[in-house]
């Protein structure tokens, strides 16, 4: 495979059977398109509002929480929220020796301004309440939200459509990942009602995706997760807005030869809805991290906030169990609406255990649905394999094995399983070393975007990974950049889209900006309050300060 680029899964397989013919892998080691065009008409349909009792063992909230205003955040036992970071909840203790010159106080308080900067004149997380959407809580029956590819915004007279492609949305899960953990960091810093209003609908949104593969209420089925799920159109005033959400082209949308869409006509959370099959996992680190992330956040939620994200893991613990059953292989339903597991030729329906290539993600399910590790082990995390052929994969197949690492690290620091804890962390660190130094070069390769390893680093800091000076430096610079590129006069009006005063038009619905993805913007919070940051880290931001900035 010598010059050949590593794009999918199946190559990983042959890597892996490789590395095992000469003998070095046995140790282990240690979007879519937007469109337009005329959807289903304007009225609203309400989806079902009854749920499968089976789904999680815990109630859809169908109406159960209407006496909740939205947003209210009245803390676990009705008394006003508790704010500022929780304490570090690092079980082990894991230190690096510290490249370049320690940041100075100036340069901390620069870089925290910035961000506080960048949070304000972006309208963050109202943008982030905006923009995130599936079935609204101003209408009877499952309300939810995640972000979305393939939307169009726009505004006519005052009413904003958001109208979403035929192709629809394949990977939502990476996209609503970093936002839910952002909502969740500012949460635990400010303890705002619309963070934790934030939370409870991404949570949902999580839910959504298996509530969706119910076929009817006596469906004995495994738990399985759809890719995405378009109900009827629907009317929003959340956040006393005025919006239609379009999803007429997906009902049904355009096939590909990664997924299709499946009518469901009974489901019993949504009624008649169209899913995405064939939920592969692209996404499933992104969600898995993410899950454990937040759990500081559970305590200062309302009791229904609180079941919210209990039926959430209670779901993707069932999924968890359901696909190490099936010998890690992800269940979906066909065109027809029958069980079947995917060929092992599409290979992101397959986690491969051989020589450990995928360990991680076996890891971070078997942590979630049993709080141990089994016969499970995954070293470092980083196999032989990819060490052998790195430089040959290219950036989403990189991801996906980075993202299920980090996922794996948080699921066994959550468990507190501290000796693949510590290992996997190590790994961790390991890829911060190798993907840091190449996204910092002056000409980084093909397949490292920086982007992602501004994401691998924050994700890796907020996970007990501690940054060098000189890292930490390199993030600066990209805040930096994201602060000047995100506050350009030219994007005022796509954080303003429900103003009055901004006109009708097309507008972008994700922001665009350099430096780092939007999404990843909140994840610099988690500095400050993440559960898992290093007490003996060196800093990233004044804590203090950024604290103060939203009192």
């Known amino acids: 495979?010598?010059?050949?680029?590593?794009?999918?899964?199946?190559?990983?397989?042959?890597?892996?059977?490789?590395?095992v013919a000469i003998g070095i892998a046995a140790c282990g080691g240690g979007g879519a398109s937007t469109g337009a065009g005329a959807g289903e008409d304007g009225t609203p349909v309400a989806p079902a509002s009854s749920a499968d009792p089976g789904d999680g063992g815990a109630s859809a909230h169908d109406g159960a929480s209407s006496d909740v205003p939205p947003g209210a955040d009245s803390g676990a036992d009705g008394a006003a929220p508790a704010?500022?970071?929780?304490?570090?909840?690092?079980?082990?203790?894991?230190?690096?020796?510290?490249?370049?010159?320690?940041?100075?106080?100036?340069?901390?308080?620069?870089?925290?301004?910035?961000?506080i900067a960048l949070l304000t004149d972006t309208h963050y997380f109202d943008v982030v309440d905006q923009r995130i959407h599936g079935w609204p809580q101003t209408q009877p029956?499952?309300?939810?939200?995640?972000?979305?590819?393939?939307?169009?915004?726009t505004k006519q007279a005052g009413k904003v459509t958001y109208t979403h492609s035929a192709?629809?949305?394949?990977?939502?899960?990476?996209?609503?990942?970093?936002?839910?953990?952002g909502a969740c960091y500012a949460h635990l810093l400010w303890g705002k009602p619309l963070t934790a209003q934030l939370v409870r609908r991404m949570a949902r949104g999580y839910s959504s995706w298996a509530l969706s593969m119910k076929r009817s209420a006596g469906d004995t089925a495994t738990t399985m997760l759809s890719r995405a799920i378009y109900p009827a159109s629907v009317a929003s005033a959340e956040?006393?807005?005025?919006?239609?959400?379009?999803?007429?082209?997906?009902?049904?949308?355009?096939?590909?030869?990664?997924?299709?869409?499946?009518?469901?006509?009974?489901?019993?959370?949504?009624?008649?809805v169209?899913?995405?099959?064939?939920?592969?996992?692209?996404?499933?680190?992104?969600?898995?991290?993410?899950?454990?992330?937040?759990?500081?956040?559970?305590?200062?939620?309302?009791?229904?906030?609180?079941?919210?994200?209990?039926?959430?893991?209670?779901?993707?613990?069932?999924?968890?169990?359901?696909?190490?059953?099936?010998?890690?292989?992800?269940?979906?339903?066909?065109?027809?609406?029958?069980?079947?597991?995917?060929?092992?030729?599409?290979?992101l329906a397959h986690y491969e255990l051989i020589a450990?290539?995928?360990?991680?993600?076996?890891l971070m399910m078997r942590l979630l649905g049993h709080g141990d590790p089994g016969s499970?082990?995954?070293?470092?995390?980083?196999?032989?394999?990819?060490?052998?052929?790195?430089?040959?994969?290219?950036?989403?197949?990189?991801?996906?094995?980075?993202?299920?690492?980090?996922?794996?690290?948080?699921m066994a620091l959550l468990t507190k399983q501290s000796a693949p804890a510590l290992a996997l962390l190590q790994g961790l660190a390991a890829r911060v070393d190798s993907d840091g130094a190449a996204a910092a070069s002056a000409s980084p390769p093909a397949n490292v975007n920086p982007n992602d390893i501004v994401a691998l680093l924050l994700h890796a800091a907020n996970t007990g990974v501690p940054l060098t000076s000189q890292e930490v430096r390199w993030l600066h610079g990209r805040l930096a950049s994201a602060w000047t590129s995100y506050r350009a006069p030219a994007n005022a009006t796509t954080y303003a889209v429900f103003d009055a005063a901004t006109p009708d038009g097309t507008y972008a619905f994700d922001p665009g900006g350099s430096g780092m993805s939007f999404s990843d913007i909140g994840l610099l919070l988690g500095s400050c309050a993440s559960p898992f940051r290093n007490p003996t880290a060196r800093p990233i931001l004044d804590c203090a300060r950024l604290l103060a900035a939203f009192p």
């Open 274 to 347: 169209w899913i995405k099959n064939k939920r592969s996992k692209d996404d499933m680190g992104h969600i898995f991290r993410s899950m454990a992330q937040i759990e500081p956040c559970v305590a200062r939620l309302d009791p229904a906030g609180q079941a919210d994200v209990a039926q959430m893991k209670a779901l993707y613990t069932s999924w968890s169990l359901a696909v190490e059953a099936g010998g890690w292989s992800i269940a979906t339903l066909d065109k027809s609406a029958t069980v079947y597991t995917p060929p092992l030729t599409e290979t």
């Open 141 to 153: 029956g499952f309300w939810y939200g995640t972000w979305w590819s393939g939307v169009t915004i």
């Open 83 to 115: 704010k500022g970071p929780p304490a570090s909840a690092l079980p082990v203790s894991f230190s690096r020796p510290d490249v370049g010159a320690p940041l100075t106080q100036a340069e901390l308080d620069a870089a925290t301004d910035k961000l």
């Open 1 to 19: 495979m010598e010059g050949v680029p590593v794009r999918s899964a199946t190559q990983l397989r042959a890597a892996a059977s490789l590395a």
């Open 376 to 410: 499970l082990s995954c070293g470092s995390g980083v196999s032989n394999a990819e060490i052998l052929l790195g430089s040959q994969m290219n950036n989403s197949v990189k991801q996906i094995l980075r993202t299920h690492h980090e996922a794996a690290v948080n």
């Open 239 to 272: 956040g006393g807005r005025n919006l239609f959400i379009d999803y007429g082209l997906d009902r049904p949308g355009i096939d590909n030869p990664a997924t299709e869409y499946v009518h469901l006509a009974t489901n019993p959370t949504f009624g008649d």
């Open 167 to 181: 192709d629809g949305a394949d990977n939502n899960g990476l996209r609503t990942a970093p936002y839910l953990e």
């Open 356 to 362: 450990n290539v995928e360990c991680p993600g076996a």
